[in-house]
């Protein structure tokens, strides 16, 4: 967790290993097969393997042909716009953004700040205004939860975990929805999700077009509140 002090990193460690997960640091995934994987030299037999440590980049890069990083990520000017493309933009996660000379992290707020940047230099082209200042991201802080009553909250000096880190998690994630109704939503599913421990219902759609039929899905199953 490099966005974390060493401090909510252990107390993060610490949440995991209490639920009984094995942390390994410092370990190199070497191979994963059908029949298990190997970390650092050392096989584990398992039918279950959940990756979550990253995902490759849209490949945006190869659509441009441009210069990209090791993850694919498309290397851009301090404008966010592509060196031979000044009128392309790439923003997010598929951009490997500076400020300040340091790397973006790839957040939903670097995400969100790059998009409102970029609008203002499209609007400032358009308008004939001058162009605003290179790319500055600011972090508002990083959060993370774990397990049902714990989380990590770092803004600037701040450093919270445990519950009041969950409880400030829920309250940020919720205020950011953009409708009230969204919001309530959310809000009573969590509720009902935490005091039951049931997850809410999964729906599978297919696309208007798809060569798979209705023979070949899973009829749906009503749940108690008819919803299917």
């Avoid at 039918?47 to 290397?75: C, H, I, M």
């Avoid at 939903?108 to 409102?116: E, T, Y």
């Amino acid at each position: 967790m490099p966005a974390f002090s060493e401090h909510l990193s252990a107390e993060a460690q610490k949440a995991l290993e209490d639920l009984g997960v094995e942390v390994r640091l410092n370990c190199r995934v070497e191979d994963i097969d059908e029949g298990g994987v190997t970390v650092a030299g050392e096989r584990i037999p398992c039918r279950n393997v959940f990756w979550t440590a990253g995902v490759q980049a849209s490949p945006a890069g190869k659509w441009l042909n441009a210069e990209t990083d090791r993850a694919g990520r498309v290397t851009v000017k301090p404008d966010l716009s592509v060196p031979q493309y000044p009128n392309v933009f790439v923003v997010g996660d598929t951009a490997q953004m500076e400020s300040d000379g340091k790397p973006v992290p790839g957040l939903a707020q670097a995400a969100m700040q790059s998009g409102r940047y970029a609008g203002q230099v499209i609007d400032a082209r358009v308008c004939g205004k001058p162009a605003p200042a290179p790319f500055r991201y600011v972090d508002l802080g990083s959060m993370a939860t774990i397990g049902r009553k714990f989380a990590v909250m770092q803004v600037g000096n701040i450093q919270w975990s445990g519950l009041p880190a969950k409880l400030a998690w829920l309250v940020v994630h919720i205020a950011v929805l953009n409708q009230l109704e969204n919001q309530l939503s959310v809000l009573l599913q969590w509720t009902w999700t935490y005091l039951t421990r049931e997850r809410g219902s999964r729906i599978i759609t297919v696309p208007v077009g798809s060569s798979l039929t209705s023979q070949a899905l899973p009829q749906p199953i009503s749940d108690a509140s008819g919803v299917a």
